[in-house]
Each structure stands twice: as structure tokens, then as C-alpha cells.
């Protein structure tokens, strides 16, 4: 089989999916077209503000479309092959991660854009809304080691190639293109908030510039050359200022841009595929079983592809910033599993750039090259091909798209764990989402700077298997509130029962590590915060068994 009727197939697969299933869930709700969402009803011009479907599509898409989408099927593929990693994609995104954010989507706008957490609060009691708040911060303190760890490595990779310039550091190119990034959302933010032009005109403006910054950053890569616990620091305190901005600050403009940036990388990766004449050149299936604590191909192919195929974040970010912004009900369609949808065939062009890659020959003593830089050398090469583009300035925009796309996630992240501890203490002043934030970014720093560079390979099993556990006990929730409405529910219990099974068997075995590591280090925290997690699931678990017992 080769790469373009792989990709054909993938897309038609999509394309079914949104016409009849997407379609026949959405018929379940029937959904309003008039203005009597929060967005209207509660509208505050920060978190509440009725947003036009097109600019929210390409927030919420740049928001949820981070490095889960892409750092996961180029990890599963590297341990199992691509075969399996691609079937989990296509299936799991139609049946299961798009109907999660979609109905996450709905149920968030029913409930006056309350958060998940909130949701369950509502259908499940107010002790299984703390164990849900409790689990919620824990999955986002792992989104934000993870991607904060892969961002400040991108920032400080080096170009190991011959007839490249020694002054030339494609770390400090993709490190300045990406301040210069959010520096432009910023601007625009502002222009659009005291000028007020037309949107076509701030895309025509906006737009093209994004790609000029990515010139400007190859031309001057050593302003930005810092080390890597430099950037850990000041990424993070990136995310601190950003997620205490105004919505139409930073957020929603740099979400708009981020969405072309994601346009363009999908449309790069679509031609790659179908007219690069690239060659398949890895394993269908390597191992069923590759060794170590997380070798098993069950579960583990299924939560190292941490999004993509499904992802409990999404939910964050549809009940926690999209709800918000949702114009229409009629848009969550869209916007909530069409979103979805368009990040699995980017999960599949992540795919295609280790596919058309041989399997390296690390030498004794050395490491083979990470799926970041598998992601940018693969992009790379498919703008070189279609544009002859210097190869080493193609690869540095590859590497600034994946920069662009977590930068995308972290603060909407670290704006989530805020929103989390408010509702936990109940206050929304100042000085408590300061310190709310302030202990969102602190705990992964302590993280990251006792675990070293590249320490998202230690945590990456337990974020996946969080982050998907988390989808599963936000679809309980929602399949617990439709019960009670007298509203069919089998197409959220299905896939919250599959879900459910695959995270708590990853997490048992996670678990176990705590016996025989060392205190202190990355696999006993990985496993007492595996054992800490299944404990919040139980707990979810027994309140929503009561709660199902329990007359509407």
C-alpha cells in the first residue's frame, strides 16, 4: 500500500465520520441556532464573548492541535509500527475522541459554560466534583511538563550537518521565530481590540508575517541562544503572564494565527504525501511486545497516542474557553467533533514523517533522534521537495510549527489549572488566580528542572494515560446527566467503558513501578501518581454509580 491511498483512505474515513455519525450524534441534542448561549447571556468582554464560528474554529483547533497529535503516533510508531498506531487514529477519533469533544462541547454550553468539573458537580454531587477537580489539575500539571520539556529542547537543538554555517543555531531560529509569534498575536490582539478592523484584513496583514518572523528567526538565531533550563524558566513564565491576559489579548489572536499555522502544515503535509513521491520506508508492525515497564502494545500503543485518536484536554478546553465563546449551538458541530476530526489527519501526517524515514543507526553510547526532531526533519523535507526550499530553513519551520502548536496548548493549560483551584476555593479576585497560576507553573518546574532535559519520555506514558482516563470519566459524567435528562446515552457509554478499561490497566501497571524505584525519582512519582489517580477515578466511579440510582 502506498502513502497517498493510505492518506486518501484516512480522509474519507474523516469525511464519512463528520457526514453521518457526527450528524446522527448532533441530531441527539438538537441543537439551537439562536443567541442563547453563555456566550450572550453571560457576556463579560474576558472569558464570555460571542465569537464568530470561523476565528473560534481556529482557536479551539490550535488549542486542542498541540504536540500530543504529533509526539504520540511518532512514539507509538517507533515502538509498534505505524499499522496499529493508524488503525487506533482512524477508529478512535470517529467513534470516540470527536464524540468527547463534541458532547463535552454541548454539555458545557447547557450548563452555562461551566467546566467538566462543574458539570459533574451538577449530575454527580459535590464530593465527586472535588475527586474531578483533584484529577483534572494533576492531567494538566503532566500536559505542561511534557510540552514545556519538548519546547525548550526544540529552543536548543543544534543543526548537525555538513555545509551549514557554524554561527547558524536552528534552536535560537525556532526559539526568536516563536517570541516574534506571540509578540504578533499580541499586536493583533490590540489592533483588532481598539481599531476594529475587518477580519479579512487583519488575516491579510497578520497571516503572511507569521512567515516572514520564521525568515527573520534563521537570519538572526543567535539573539534567542539560551540554554535549556533558561527557556524551561522563562516558558513558564510565559504561560503565568498569558493565562492571566484578557481573552482577546493573547488567547484568542494568537489561537486565529495559530490555526493558519496548522492550516499550512496540514496542506504542506497533504502535498508531501500525495505528490512528493515519498516511499514507504518502516515496519507495518514492529513489536507486540517492545520490553520495559510500558513495552505492551495493549495498553500502551493506546495512551502514548495521547491525542489524536481521543483526548480528556479537549474537554478542558471545550468547557473551559470554547463554551465560553460559542455564538450558536448549531456551531459546537463544527467546531467541537469537526475540530476533532481535522487533528486525527495531522496525527496521520505526523505519521507520514517517520514513515517515509528509515530507522536510524544509533551509534554505541548514542540516542536515537526524538520525535520533535523526526517531526521537523520530516516536514522539512517535504517543503524542500515541494519548494526547493534550503533544507536546513525548511527544517527550522518545521521545528517552529511544533513550537507554535505548544505554545498554543500551555497557556490554555495553565489557564485551565487556574479556572480549576478558583472553583476549588471557590474565589475569583485577583490575588486568588495570581496564586492559583502561580502554583500551576511552579509544580511543573520543580518537575522539569530535577528531571533534566528530555524528561517528557518519563512522564509521556502517564500523561497519556491521564489524559485519555480523564475523557473517559468526562463522558461518565455526561452519560450520567443524559440519563437524568431521559436522553439516549449509548454512544457515551460505549466508548467511556472502552476507554475507561484501556487507562486502568496502563495505570495498574504504572503503579507497580512504585514497589522497586528509588523515592523521589521520575518512575516512584509516575507511580504514586498513578495509585493517586486511580483512587480519584474509584471515587468518581461509586458517585456516578449513586448518582445513576438517583431520580432526574
Not at 504525501?273 to 520506508?281: A, L, N, T, Y
Request: one cysteine or more; a positive charge.
Amino acid at each position: 500500500m502506498t502513502l497517498p491511498a493510505i492518506a486518501l483512505g484516512v480522509l474519507v474515513i474523516l469525511a464519512l465520520g463528520y457526514r453521518f455519525y457526527g450528524r446522527l450524534i448532533a441530531r441527539q441534542y438538537a441543537l439551537s441556532g439562536t443567541a442563547d448561549t453563555p456566550a450572550h447571556r453571560l457576556a463579560d468582554g474576558v472569558d464570555f464573548v460571542p465569537t464568530r464560528p470561523f476565528y473560534l474554529f481556529g482557536q479551539h483547533f490550535s488549542a486542542i492541535a498541540a504536540a500530543g497529535p504529533i509526539v504520540g503516533p511518532i512514539i507509538a510508531a517507533q515502538q509498534f509500527g505505524w499499522l496499529p498506531a493508524l488503525v487506533w487514529i482512524c477508529v478512535g477519533v470517529v467513534f470516540i475522541g470527536a464524540v468527547h469533544d463534541f458532547t463535552t462541547l454541548v454539555a458545557s454550553v447547557r450548563h452555562d459554560a461551566k467546566s467538566i468539573a462543574e458539570v459533574a458537580k451538577v449530575n454527580l454531587g459535590p464530593r465527586a466534583w472535588l475527586a474531578m477537580l483533584a484529577f483534572i489539575w494533576l492531567a494538566l500539571i503532566y500536559v505542561i511538563v511534557a510540552f514545556v520539556d519538548v519546547t525548550a529542547t526544540s529552543f536548543t537543538s543544534k543543526v548537525i550537518e555538513t555545509g551549514v554555517s557554524s554561527s547558524f543555531d536552528q534552536g535560537g531560529a525556532v526559539a526568536l521565530s516563536g517570541v516574534l509569534y506571540l509578540v504578533l498575536a499580541l499586536v493583533m490582539g490590540l489592533v483588532d481590540r481598539y481599531l476594529k478592523p475587518p477580519l479579512w484584513l487583519s488575516t491579510i496583514v497578520f497571516v503572511p508575517a507569521i512567515f516572514v518572523i520564521v525568515w527573520f528567526g534563521t537570519q538572526h538565531s543567535s539573539w534567542l541562544a539560551f540554554g535549556w533550563s533558561s527557556w524551561v524558566i522563562a516558558i513558564l513564565a510565559y504561560c503565568f503572564a498569558a493565562s492571566l491576559s484578557p481573552m482577546w489579548l493573547l488567547l484568542q489572536p494568537r489561537g486565529y494565527l495559530g490555526g493558519f499555522v496548522l492550516y499550512a502544515a496540514l496542506l504542506i503535509g497533504t502535498l508531501g504525501i500525495f505528490v512528493g513521491g515519498f516511499e514507504i520506508e518502516r515496519p507495518a508492525i514492529t513489536s507486540f511486545d517492545t520490553g520495559g515497564a510500558n513495552g505492551l502494545m495493549f495498553p500502551f500503543l493506546f495512551v502514548t497516542i495521547a491525542c489524536g485518536a481521543c483526548s480528556g484536554f479537549h474537554g478542558l478546553v471545550c468547557s473551559g474557553t470554547t463554551s465560553k465563546q460559542i455564538d450558536r449551538e448549531q456551531h459546537c458541530h463544527p467546531i467541537g467533533y469537526g475540530a476533532m476530526l481535522l487533528e486525527a489527519f495531522v496525527a496521520v501526517i505526523a505519521l507520514a514523517t517517520i514513515m517515509i524515514v528509515a530507522p536510524a543507526v544509533v551509534p554505541p553510547g548514542g540516542k536515537p533522534p526524538g520525535p520533535g526532531a523526526i517531526y521537523a526533519q520530516g516536514i522539512g523535507t517535504f517543503v524542500h521537495t515541494l519548494t526547493g526550499m534550503d533544507k536546513v530553513a525548511a527544517t527550522t519551520f518545521g521545528a517552529m510549527v511544533l513550537s507554535t502548536f505548544i505554545f498554543d496548548t500551555l497557556d490554555s493549560a495553565t489557564r485551565l489549572g487556574r479556572y480549576i483551584l478558583q472553583e476549588l476555593f471557590g474565589r475569583r479576585d485577583l490575588a486568588t488566580g495570581i496564586a492559583a497560576t502561580l502554583l500551576t507553573v511552579l509544580v511543573p518546574l520543580a518537575f522539569l528542572l530535577a528531571s533534566g532535559q528530555d524528561s517528557y519520555q518519563l512522564f509521556w506514558a502517564l500523561f497519556g494515560t491521564s489524559n485519555q482516563l480523564l475523557a473517559a470519566l468526562s463522558l461518565l459524567a455526561i452519560t450520567v446527566w443524559l440519563k437524568k435528562q431521559g436522553k439516549p446515552y449509548w454512544y457515551t457509554v460505549v466508548p467511556m467503558l472502552f476507554v475507561m478499561a484501556v487507562t486502568v490497566t496502563a495505570l495498574v501497571l504504572q503503579a507497580r513501578a512504585i514497589v522497586n524505584a528509588t523515592v523521589l525519582t521520575a518512575p516512584w512519582i509516575n507511580g504514586l501518581v498513578s495509585a493517586i489517580l486511580l483512587g480519584l477515578a474509584a471515587t468518581l466511579v461509586l458517585y456516578a454509580a449513586r448518582a445513576w440510582k438517583t431520580p432526574g
